[in-house]
């Protein structure tokens, strides 16, 4: 849009006859011009921003335009015109490189007392000083009502109106450029939320040809597609190009389902490539997948998808069963010290072996792939939110376990996630909420939650999705970052994460170098790395009990040298008690407390 000229394109092809309605006191209809492929155009003069608009075809019922850029009337309600022009002060920002990458997942709806881009922005200050460098926001596209996880979206052009809208979203952007902070954004390209969702009025956005948990497939690969895959190339792009996002998190890419000659993540990577080298600045694509194929991070040259990282589920699944002892639904294929250990050397425990939860072979090798192309974690939105009731592991496991499993993601050899509120011990649940205004589609997703947990046999009442309750609940206290044990935990978190930076044999980089020794029984685990004259041990109890470690059990028999402590989570100044001693003596056992970390360096010299 420009010089009061506004451009309309909408693909449509299969109707005879498409209009631009444009809405309010001048209210005027436009037809519109057939192009190839489907792709029908106009442009009108005289139009403001702000306009609202709908497109109707074949003389059916009128509809928005599926690439909004606004729907301030909601999922059902008219389209608008808006100008996205933005003064931009962050020309000189570039993202870091992928290895230096600490990513703080949050959802702008429950981050802040606001819900909105304005309440993120403020407290941006805390990410910097926790040691974060990247944000990622969860889904912002334009969903039904004002409460919503974000995975419902049916406008994937749109920003949320609630959350600010795109004026909104580009200052919070800039906002984190000026304070070195790079931006990632969840999108879904798997499916469409139910509600608002016309595109079936428009053309063959869907196929019958493969099925998903959702119904019908996005049509990648069946006749018409090619719209269809334009539609999602388009998108990336216009977050990348328009708001300045520095990588996109692409949802459960395992269910883009595409078996055409050139699979569309293969196609989207080689154009995100493009982009990156044109405007000279560092472009990312993170896959979130639960099938271990490293397949969708293998270079494009080499038969991948070529996509720059993938989360790893592995290491929550072994971190939260060993820590709370469930081992129910897929926490069923875990729950042992020689899975952790495989998973400190080695992204995917599951690297071809049976599941028992799945009833198949699962994954591929993944040793040899650097670590800063593998997100880890040990709380994020899915595996807390997913839980019946929505607990944070603040409410399943001791205060000393959050240090123990902070200290384990931290400072694993890979990319390490935080969920936003788990530096700090947020009690609060994340639970699953939404806003639907069609009763039986609200009466479906309540049946649906309840039938989600039969494997897990959790037990209590599945809170209510729609109830606006349950999205109240799930808002950070931020009162606690100053009390008691949640201000320990929140400098325990700064202070592993400035090590972390501060010296690289406590990074991504040398993750082949790890070497690991466990104890299945007593549930201890040791890692070792050397980097530049220097051993660094990490030592960590999973157990309830204390244990009795000898010089020789975690380093070997006949080291000569001294290892000092750098840091002890039992420490005083983490609300701890029991610090364990400056040096490891050289001849004796000591007492390891239950669920504790600790990190010992030595000088190879």
């Known amino acids: 849009m420009g010089e009061q000229i506004c451009r309309f394109t909408v693909w449509a092809p299969q109707s005879r ?40 075809i074949d003389d059916q019922p009128e509809r928005p335009d599926p690439a909004s850029r606004s729907q301030p009337q909601g999922v059902h309600g008219p389209s608008q015109v808006v100008d996205l022009r933005f003064k931009w002060a962050d020309s000189g920002y570039r993202a870091p490189d992928l ?31 926790l040691g974060i460098t990247a944000v990622e926001i969860m889904p912002i596209a334009q969903f039904p009502g004002s409460r919503n996880w974000g995975y419902d979206g049916v ?30 954004l969840d999108v879904v390209y798997n499916h469409m939320g139910p509600e608002g969702n016309y595109l079936r009025d428009f053309g063959p956005y869907f196929t019958a040809k493969h099925k998903t948990d959702w119904g019908d497939a996005l049509n990648f690969d069946d006749v018409g597609s090619e719209g269809l895959r334009n539609f999602f190339l388009k998108n990336a792009r216009f977050w990348l190009e328009t708001f300045h996002i520095d990588a996109l998190r692409l949802d459960a890419v395992h269910a883009i389902l595409d078996s055409g000659p050139k699979h569309f993540l293969e196609e989207l990577s080689g154009q995100v490539e493009n982009l990156a080298q044109q405007i000279d600045r560092p472009l990312y694509l993170i896959a979130e997948s639960d099938e271990n194929d490293i397949s969708t991070i293998t270079p494009r040259t080499k038969g991948g998808l070529g996509l720059d990282a993938q989360w790893s589920d592995d290491f929550h699944h072994c971190v939260h069963s060993l820590i709370t002892g469930e081992d129910k639904g897929y926490f069923q294929d875990f729950g ?11 992204p995917f425990v599951y690297s071809g072996q049976y599941s028992p939860y799945r009833k198949k072979r ?31 592991l603040t409410s399943l496991v001791p205060f000393e376990a959050l240090k123990l499993v902070a200290g384990a993601v931290l400072l694993s050899p890979y990319l390490p996630l935080l969920f936003m509120g788990e530096e700090f011990g947020e009690t ?30 959790w037990e209590g009442e599945v809170p209510d999705p729609q109830g606006e309750a349950t999205f109240s609940r799930c808002r950070l206290d931020w009162n606690k970052t100053s009390q008691g044990e949640h201000l320990a935990l929140l400098n325990f978190y700064r202070t592993v994460l400035k090590l972390r930076r501060d010296y690289p044999a406590l990074s991504v980089r040398p993750h082949r170098e790890n070497r690991v020794r466990f104890s299945e029984t007593e549930k201890w685990l040791t890692w070792e790395r050397t980097h530049e004259g220097e051993s660094w041990k990490g030592m960590l109890n999973f157990s309830a009990e204390t244990v009795s470690l000898s010089r020789e059990q975690l380093f070997g028999t006949g080291d000569p040298y001294a ?26 056992s000591l007492p390891f407390p239950p669920y504790r970390f600790a990190l010992y360096r030595r000088k190879n010299s």
């Open 17 to 56: 006859r498409v209009v631009v309605r444009i809405k309010g006191r001048d209210a005027r209809e436009y037809p519109m011009q057939s192009h190839d492929k489907g792709y029908w155009s106009i442009e009108v003069e005289g139009l403001t921003a702000g306009a609202l608009y709908t497109f109707a």
């Open 99 to 129: 290895e230096d990458f600490v990513i703080y997942e949050l959802h702008v709806g429950t981050f802040s007392d606001q819900g909105d881009f304005k309440g993120v922005i403020e407290k941006l200050e805390h990410l910097v000083s």
């Open 155 to 184: 406008y994937p052009f749109a920003v949320q109106d609630t959350y600010g809208g795109p004026e909104g979203l580009q200052k919070l952007v800039e906002a984190c450029h000026a304070r070195g902070l790079a931006v990632i």
């Open 336 to 346: 042992r010290m020689e899975q952790l250990a495989k998973a400190f050397n080695e």
């Open 362 to 392: 699962v994954g591929t090798a993944s040793r040899d792939i650097p670590g800063k192309r593998f997100i880890v974690c040990t709380q994020n939105h899915d595996q807390v939110g997913n839980r019946m009731l929505g607990e944070r």
């Open 428 to 457: 609060a649940p994340f639970q699953y909420f939404v806003s639907h205004t069609d009763p039986q589609l609200v009466a479906a997703v309540r049946t649906g939650r309840r039938n989600e947990f039969a494997s897990f046999s």
């Open 563 to 588: 290892w000092n402590r750098v840091l002890d989570s039992g420490s005083q100044v983490f609300a701890g008690v029991n610090e364990l001693p400056d040096a490891w003596p050289k001849a004796a």
